[in-house]
């Protein structure tokens, strides 16, 4: 017999394994993300796929892969921190204060997306001036050096939380969203087309549970919903983030600043939702992986 405490760190354990895994694969594609929300000057006259080609043509292969080791470092307890208090927040929302429904998933989901935000930002913050660097130009030498360098010229323990305001703002409803979306469909499909969409659960037959495929499309449907409501936030957040980094940083000093800066000097598309289409591609999949993954660990787990 293992302690419930135990079987969800060890959930939590398996998915942030996967979470490193998934986040290596789409690594190219993050550093492009990156380098089109903020517009940088050496690929700022190219679109996604001509960044794609462009970065391994200047920088090599590896420069596809700059900041990923930053975000290894992030990544693990993030996945772990949002999953395991997710399931804390909804219990102490349906317990303790005694809301339940659909409205505690979406509250939950937000409250666990941001506490693994605040907790791992700073790690955010030095993958993404990492991931700006291109070749020649670095003023970074490696995840150690940011640190102390941000530290020592960026107000120390602030210069970490650059963009937090955008960055929780966002988070909010992208969490809540993506566990909301994601339990209303499962709700809906179990109760309304269980033959069609649920099997017995392995571990308890008379327990309906979605079947593999009907996961992942719930999955990839929430991350879509959730990622077009917030990506402005996320394109405010990188820019807060680079702070110095960027030639017209000092028109980047708030959320409201930057949002109005990047919407009068590139617009709407080529702007605010710049590097959007990649964003469905990198974070549509992983979302439907992750979800997949945490229900068939919750039932491999006897944990539904």
């Not at 719930?218 to 402005?232: D, K, L, R």
Request: net charge positive.
């Amino acid at each position: 017999y293992l302690h419930p405490t135990f079987v969800l760190m060890f959930l939590c354990f398996c998915l942030g394994v996967a979470g490193c895994c998934a986040k290596t694969t789409i690594a190219p594609l993050d550093r492009v993300k990156i380098l089109l929300q903020a517009q940088s000057p050496h690929y700022k006259h190219l679109g996604v796929f001509s960044t794609l080609r462009a970065v391994p043509q200047k920088e090599g292969l590896l420069g596809l892969y700059k900041g990923n080791g930053a975000m290894m470092v992030r990544i693990f307890p993030y996945g772990a921190i949002q999953f395991m208090a997710f399931d804390k927040y909804k219990k102490l929302l349906s317990k303790q204060i005694g809301i339940s429904g659909h409205i505690h998933r979406l509250m939950a989901g937000s409250m666990a997306g941001m506490t693994a935000v605040i907790c791992t930002y700073p790690l955010d913050v030095v993958r993404a001036r990492l991931a700006f660097q291109v070749k020649g130009d670095h003023r970074y030498t490696g995840i150690a050096n940011a640190f102390h360098t941000i530290y020592l010229k960026e107000g120390g323990i602030l210069g970490f939380y650059r963009g937090l305001t955008p960055t929780l703002i966002g988070m909010a409803p992208y969490a809540g969203l993506s566990f909301f979306t994601f339990g209303t469909l499962k709700s809906i499909g179990l109760k309304h087309f269980p033959e069609v969409l649920g099997r017995p659960s392995s571990d308890n037959p008379d327990v309906l549970i979605l079947k593999t495929h009907v996961n992942l499309l719930c999955g990839g449907a929430a991350g879509t919903i959730a990622q077009t409501v917030s990506y402005p936030f996320d394109v405010a957040r990188r820019r807060m983030q680079l702070g110095s980094v960027l030639p017209d940083s000092e028109k980047c000093v708030s959320l409201v600043k930057t949002l109005k800066y990047v919407y009068q000097q590139y617009g709407v598309k080529k702007g605010l939702y710049r590097g959007l289409s990649l964003n469905y591609i990198r974070c549509v999949p992983s979302q439907a992986v992750a979800f997949t993954t945490y229900e068939f660990m919750k039932q491999l787990l006897h944990l539904n």
